[in-house]
């Protein structure tokens, strides 16, 4: 039985084939994949069906930001109209266009002398975790799409998504504009979302049966991008708690975020 494929969407030429050969392709097969780029394609035919051929049927995809080539971003455009889960990676911040600065991107450090290593190991990890959640690696657009389907969703991670979206959006904007250094991109945004799930399941909202789960996650979003007079009214439009009761609440929040989230 043939492997499910991984489709990589990257330039071709030098350096780029050896990075596919060296890096993309163990990483893909350490994921138990089947590694397929474009110039594998050596069939006669049109290359442009062949290439929706591949995007359709591939099980995930990698594609590489790096120097904005414009066939990248076609078929990339191709890949999430497709609702394909793409991981992204990217040597430098300004190859991420804005509109793709909402979702987590692998950066890497060429002048790490073992940024090939890392990259490979990072790939195949995110690919694995990818596998297990394609809904991770897509815009909250298409997910809402795929919302449909049989598969079953947490129905907080739209909300969730949207937000660390936003998040990561404008932390990378901001990182866009400063100067005297390269900036390389993170994955802030998942930690947020790694620590708003985290701060819920400690229970400290157990006293606020009224607290849907929304609007948890949305206290604790605000709290941790410093909008805390969002947090307060939101929690005294739903709360029948004392404001005492409410105040000891945030603080505590904050205080989970200052300890665990900024530290």
Not at 40 to 47: T, V
Not at 61 to 76: H, I, K, Q, S, W
Not at 147 to 169: C, F, I, N, Y
Request: hydrophobic share 40%; with cysteine; net charge negative.
């Amino acid at each position: 039985m043939s492997k499910d494929t991984c489709f990589v969407i990257m330039p071709f030429g030098p350096p780029c084939d050896r990075y596919f050969k060296n890096i993309f392709v163990p990483a893909i097969e350490d994921a138990g994949l089947q590694a397929i780029r474009a110039d594998s394609i050596f069939m006669p035919s049109a290359i442009m069906p062949d290439i929706w051929r591949f995007l359709s049927e591939a099980k995930v995809l990698v594609a590489d930001l790096t120097g904005r080539n414009p066939n990248v971003f076609y078929e990339l455009g191709l890949a999430h109209a497709l609702q394909k889960p793409v991981i992204l990676v990217a040597n430098n911040l300004d190859d991420v266009p804005f509109d793709l600065r909402g979702l987590r991107v692998l950066g890497y450090d060429k002048e790490n002398e073992d940024w090939g290593a890392e990259l490979r190991r990072t790939i195949a990890a995110s690919l694995k975790e990818t596998l297990s959640d394609p809904a991770r690696a897509m815009p909250s657009t298409f997910v809402e799409r795929r919302a449909s389907e049989p598969q079953k969703m947490d129905p907080l991670q739209t909300v969730l998504r949207q937000l660390t979206e936003e998040v990561r959006a404008m932390r990378r904007q901001a990182d866009s504009h400063e100067s005297g250094r390269k900036r390389f991109i993170n994955s802030e945004g998942e930690e947020l979302e790694q620590f708003t799930r985290t701060v819920i399941n400690l229970g400290v909202f157990d006293d606020f049966p009224e607290a849907y789960d929304e609007l948890k996650f949305r206290i604790v979003i605000w709290l941790a991008r410093g909008q805390t007079n969002s947090a307060r009214d939101a929690l005294r439009a739903v709360s029948s708690k004392s404001q005492t009761d409410q105040e000891a609440l945030l603080h505590r929040i904050s205080d989970l975020v200052n300890r665990l989230y900024r530290a």
